[in-house]
């Protein structure tokens, strides 16, 4: 590939509450609505109406949800989230926003499991889990991992074999330089 992405256009994911998605994620996250397209577009064989509202993020990328008008097509489209914490979405923030969301997400009452903070080494994460199920991340990294970041480019196609040839040791020496402390 001779150019990688700019930058994420947006996400997609389907809801079954439009009106709750959009409470989370603009009253109590503070990720403004920024458009909403009401279509019906034949897809699949047939007409299919839809609502899909995008949250605008700060590089002008957007987390978009669909909501179908028609309930044979919300039950075909919009199956539900899987229930874990690894498949998620994770949101780059600074160390004063990610301290402003844990502020909005407790004054909100959403509490664990619902809310987690987990502390990586290299980052810092505060997880919140939406209406629909899906857990997001809002990630603060480490300005320490920085100074290693080119270093761990050159190293990550040997470290992927290393561990898929069932060496498990970690490499995360920020986490585990700290435990050791």
């Not at 279509?39 to 995008?54: N, V």
């Not at 539900?80 to 502020?103: C, G, R, Y």
């Not at 761990?152 to 069932?166: I, P, Q, S, T, V």
């Amino acid at each position: 590939m001779s150019k990688l992405p700019s930058r994420l256009h947006h996400t997609a994911y389907v809801t079954k509450d439009l009106e709750a998605t959009r409470a989370f994620y603009e009253d109590v996250l503070g990720i403004p609505l920024v458009a909403t397209w009401c279509e019906t577009d034949f897809l699949w064989g047939k007409d299919r109406t839809y609502c899909h509202c995008f949250f605008g993020i700060g590089d002008g990328g957007a987390l978009a949800f669909f909501q179908f008008a028609d309930p044979e097509d919300q039950a075909l489209f919009g199956p539900e989230m899987p229930a874990s914490p690894f498949i998620h979405l994770a949101l780059n923030v600074d160390k004063e926003t990610q301290a402003e969301l844990e502020a909005r997400i407790e004054k909100a009452g959403l509490e664990h499991p619902n809310t987690y903070v987990l502390e990586h080494g290299y980052c810092r994460s505060v997880y919140v889990v939406d209406p629909n199920g899906m857990t997001v991340e809002f990630t603060c990294d480490d300005k320490r991992a920085e100074a290693g970041e080119e270093q761990r480019r050159h190293d990550a196609h040997a470290e992927l074999r290393r561990w898929l040839a069932g060496d498990h040791t970690t490499n995360n020496q920020f986490r585990h330089a700290e435990e050791a402390a």
